[in-house]
């Protein structure tokens, strides 16, 4: 593999590993529906403001979402919502293998 075809999967890797965790799905999901400020998406995950200030700067640093102050407020957006036809494929993913293991159960 050349360096730059490397340098193109690193950079893919490095999107994917910033979708990697249960909360940062869901702020993906949540952020969706619309946009959402730090408060907001603490009180939904349940954690103390600096965990989800840290899960959100991960999404913002692999260019997942953006961020807009507005006074004393940050609220989230996604920056591209085309991330939620990744979530399809993971669905169909875990939809395929289930029918692929209720099979072979039979």
């Known amino acids: 593999m ?3 075809l490397q340098a193109r999967f690193e950079v893919r890797a490095r999107i994917i590993k910033a ?3 249960p909360t940062r799905l869901f702020i993906v999901d949540e952020l969706s ?3 959402r400020c730090v408060c ?3 009180e939904m995950i349940g954690a103390d403001m600096s965990t989800v200030s ?19 407020q940050v609220y989230y957006t996604l920056r591209v919502p085309c991330i939620m036809s ?3 494929c993971v669905e169909s993913v ?3 293998t289930a029918k692929e293991q209720l099979a072979l159960a039979r």
């Open 94 to 96: 875990l939809e395929t």
């Open 86 to 88: 990744f979530f399809g």
């Open 19 to 21: 979708l990697g965790h």
């Open 40 to 42: 907001e998406l603490t």
């Open 54 to 72: 840290k899960h959100l700067s991960v999404l913002r640093n692999a260019g997942i979402i953006r961020d807009d102050k507005q006074g004393a």
């Open 2 to 4: 050349d360096t730059r």
């Open 33 to 35: 529906r619309g946009r």
